[in-house]
């Protein structure tokens, strides 16, 4: 008999890869937070001998889910301003409202909240990009989620930095200090091509090359940004990025709605992964990413919710939805994006993104333990002819029972953890009642 | 003081009439099923002396929302055949499968499935098309929720009527037993025009007026229909609907992802309610409705989920937020389709497609009490700028806490409906058992 620390035994497992498997009667074995087996029940059960035996009969386990494009601490602007475009809703209401409210305080109260919204909704992972990446880091080590961590940088000054040096060596600091962390990544996350200049970029690109760190950006989000670059650059800007040598595997092109022929093939050529935002893109009315075309050419597309200033949540499994059917709806075929390739996309399409798919992304031995049970036993996902389409097609955030993140609990379907939302929510309310400007 | 069932003190109100109102320290007054007051809290509890006062302090109360087109029954059939376009779904594996299982016993299953999904997720009134109405209305009766049932026709013999003549006799027996119901209300539906013939048509329209029912029919749901009815008749299925005179008020035209400005005037003209239903066109790959267009021409948009075979659930929220986000997406502007619109579209424009007005569909006195609450107290809907905002874009169905149909609780927040729960899951099982293939 080996050791190990928990045996799960769910009804349904979804390895993600191979993809589209779906088992029964198998469990996952964890040790030192990794994967060391799944087998089937009376193998894994006959083999190890657990600490803990969690068995799961109405569930179905997958691994955990990987939000690759947010702006965490923007929970607290969540319904602030609905119903008006990119330029407006940022240039009119948020950036002002950053101006004014945003601090480390903010970031921490409002990443708090964001990071208990993912773990009740299955999300282990998320890349975020967002001022304060220090304060960003904390909270996520301080929760045991895995989060990857943008070294923002924008030429402006802000509550982060005054200037682009700033950014740079603040953001180099906080990539320093958790170098060796187990949960903590980053990335360098230049805002946009319209938001940082040519030779920002440039430098970028060489310490993203040193650092072997990826770079997330905002690109192609709107047809106004793809025009605004041909009237000032004469290129659009995917050009721009493929002429200072920015395109390649490291880079996370975020949201995409604007691309022709040549560009899907470029992306392919290059190995750029694509975030696919379809929520936020949907809300701002930005455009559709052709997803599919994507897919098809072999470009990796991960999913993200974008901040919940534009979505309105940080619900990972309602993005998958919108990816398969907005996706089908765009292409006017009902075959492309699958279940199996929603799931892809929300999970080692995700770690792949993140130069992480050696290590998460999939419930494969020697992997980290990154793991996620749903409850089907509820009036929207019964009957079960297939567990898989239940996740991806009618499963709510509400029915994910358990999450680890590398073999750590951090839900229980048994366990309670109101105390620790009361706290969070009173910060969240204090802070909407300083922005809407009442004294509650 | 006046005497009264009950008095319900929301933290929030949306009576959806006047649109866009969010009511705060208000509450609604319940006499005999209907609304008698809505009035500020210190003004209706110093007035009216209720044997319960329901406080519901994180909460927001909505009125019921209306599923304007569903298949209740084929929640047995969800997730059996996912990624395939409308025909090939159909007739290669819906329509067998009804065929060799669909029997009153199945829609009696079914149908109970659907109606706990639809109550525990708010909704408190259905307009259904499937076989065995009778069956349908008296599941509906004993569930005490509200249902438009329909008077099901199509040019084929199925386990419901073997001829025309059966399908109008049958369907009229139900409206018959019936008529005096308080929940229960009839509709014909004739299943599209490509599956009723002319004659038939006509006699419906006939009885229709006679009863002073509505006609409840798919319509231009995906290109491929509108191609053939050119190609058959040399007519748009509209057109031909027209030449009969069936666009009228009492048409409730479905799905609608094929329209032309011409036909967009001629709806508006004639007053035809369409029913839009956003999850199930986009899976489907259908195509999409001009709803912004719609609303913008003065035409009554309501909101349907489709059946759960096609969608894969009844969750009246998501389809809100579905049709809000959709709509902006395909008009590329965010401004069409604001949360308050898709809001109406789900209750007020609902009770107007089945007639319903003047009866429930918003918060008004006079109104039965047909009322939702949602607990905000969850991360997804942290902090609370705007409780309409919170509704539509970021609750989801297990926040629904309690639910009345005209003054009777069909759910409350601390009570346990597990018991029931569990007999609906074991007849669906044994359902899966079966279809599967499997014996369990």
Same mark, same amino acid.
């Given at each position: 008999?080996?050791?190990?620390?928990?045996?799960?035994?769910?009804?349904?497992?979804?390895?993600?890869?191979?993809?589209?498997? %779906?088992?029964?009667?198998?469990?996952?074995?964890?040790?030192?937070?990794?994967?060391?087996?799944?087998?089937?029940?009376?193998?894994?059960?006959?083999?190890?001998?657990?600490?803990?035996?969690?068995?799961?009969?109405?569930?179905v386990?997958?691994?955990?889910?990987?939000?690759?494009?947010?702006?965490?601490?923007?929970?607290?602007?969540?319904?602030?301003?609905?119903?008006?475009?990119?330029?407006?809703?940022?240039?009119?209401h948020?950036?002002p409202?950053?101006?004014?409210?945003? &601090?480390?305080?903010?970031?921490?109260?409002?990443?708090?909240?964001?990071?208990?919204?993912?773990?009740? #909704?299955?999300?282990?992972?998320?890349?975020?990009?967002?001022?304060?990446?220090?304060?960003?880091?904390?909270?996520?080590?301080?929760? #045991?989620?895995?989060?990857?961590?943008?070294?923002?940088?924008?030429?402006?000054?802000?509550?982060?930095?005054?200037?682009?040096?700033?950014?740079?060596?603040r953001?180099?600091?906080?990539?320093?200090?958790?170098?060796?962390?187990?949960?903590?990544?980053?990335?360098?996350?230049?805002?946009?091509?319209?938001?940082?200049g040519?030779?920002?970029?440039?430098?970028?690109?060489?310490?993203?090359?040193?650092?072997?760190?990826?770079?997330?950006?905002?690109?192609?989000?709107?047809?106004?940004?793809?025009?605004?670059?041909?009237?000032?650059?004469?290129?659009?800007?995917?050009?721009?990025?493929?002429?200072?040598?920015?395109?390649?595997?490291?880079?996370?092109?975020?949201?995409?709605?604007?691309?022709?022929?040549?560009?899907?093939?470029?992306?392919? /050529?290059?190995?750029?992964?694509?975030?696919h935002c379809? /929520?936020?893109?949907?809300?701002?009315?930005?455009?559709?990413?052709?997803?599919?075309?994507?897919?098809?050419?072999?470009?990796?597309?991960?999913?993200?919710?974008?901040?919940?200033?534009?979505?309105?949540?940080? &619900?990972?499994?309602?993005?998958?939805? +919108?990816a398969?059917?907005?996706?089908?709806? %765009?292409?006017?075929?009902?075959?492309?994006?699958t279940?199996?390739?929603?799931?892809?996309?929300?999970?080692?399409?995700?770690?792949?993104?993140?130069?992480?798919?050696?290590?998460?992304?999939?419930?494969?031995?020697?992997?980290?333990? &990154?793991?996620?049970?749903?409850?089907?036993?509820?009036?929207a996902?019964?009957?079960?002819?297939?567990?898989?389409?239940?996740?991806? +097609?009618?499963?709510s955030?509400?029915?994910?029972?358990?999450?680890?993140?590398?073999?750590?609990?951090?839900?229980?379907?048994?366990?309670?953890?109101?105390?620790?939302?009361?706290?969070?929510?009173?910060?969240?309310?204090?802070?909407?009642?300083?922005?809407?400007?009442?004294?509650?």
């Open positions: 008999m080996h050791a190990a620390d928990c045996i799960v035994i769910p009804r349904w497992l979804i390895p993600v890869e191979p993809a589209g498997q %779906v088992l029964e009667e198998h469990a996952v074995v964890v040790r030192n937070g990794r994967i060391v087996a799944l087998a089937p029940v009376a193998e894994a059960v006959g083999s190890f001998a657990a600490e803990t035996v969690i068995e799961r009969p109405n569930h386990l997958i691994p955990g889910l990987i939000n690759a494009h947010t702006h965490a601490a923007m929970t607290l602007f969540r319904g602030l301003a609905d119903d008006l475009p990119l330029h407006e809703w940022l240039a009119e948020i950036w409202a950053e101006a004014r409210w945003v &601090d480390s305080d903010f970031v921490r109260d409002g990443t708090d909240l964001a990071v208990l919204e993912m773990i009740r #909704s299955g999300t282990t992972c998320f890349n975020d990009m967002y001022y304060c990446p220090d304060t960003v880091a904390q909270v996520a080590a301080e929760r #045991s989620v895995r989060a990857c961590v943008g070294m923002i940088v924008i030429e402006m000054e802000t509550v982060w930095a005054k200037d682009i040096e700033q950014y740079l060596s953001g180099i600091k906080v990539h320093d200090q958790y170098r060796e962390h187990p949960l903590i990544s980053t990335a360098f996350a230049p805002h946009s091509t319209y938001a940082v040519d030779e920002t970029m440039q430098r970028i690109r060489t310490l993203a090359d040193q650092l072997e760190v990826p770079i997330h950006t905002h690109l192609h989000e709107t047809a106004a940004e793809v025009q605004q670059s041909v009237e000032q650059f004469g290129q659009r800007p995917i050009e721009r990025l493929a002429t200072m040598g920015v395109l390649s595997p490291q880079l996370i092109a975020v949201h995409m709605t604007q691309l022709n022929r040549e560009e899907i093939v470029l992306l392919a /050529e290059h190995g750029v992964s694509v975030v379809p /929520e936020s893109n949907m809300k701002l009315g930005s455009g559709f990413c052709p997803v599919a075309e994507l897919l098809a050419a072999g470009v990796n597309v991960a999913l993200g919710t974008d901040g919940a200033g534009s979505n309105n949540d940080l &619900d990972m499994l309602g993005e998958m939805r +919108y398969a059917l907005l996706a089908k709806g %765009v292409a006017g075929d009902p075959k492309v994006v279940a199996a390739d929603a799931l892809a996309m929300a999970t080692i399409n995700g770690a792949r993104a993140l130069g992480l798919d050696e290590s998460i992304g999939s419930l494969v031995v020697g992997k980290w333990a &990154d793991m996620v049970c749903l409850d089907l036993a509820a009036p996902t019964q009957p079960v002819h297939h567990a898989l389409s239940q996740v991806v +097609y009618s499963a955030r509400e029915q994910v029972s358990d999450v680890w993140v590398a073999g750590q609990s951090l839900l229980r379907d048994d366990e309670s953890s109101a105390q620790d939302e009361a706290d969070v929510f009173e910060r969240a309310a204090a802070w909407q009642a300083r922005l809407d400007g009442r004294n509650e």
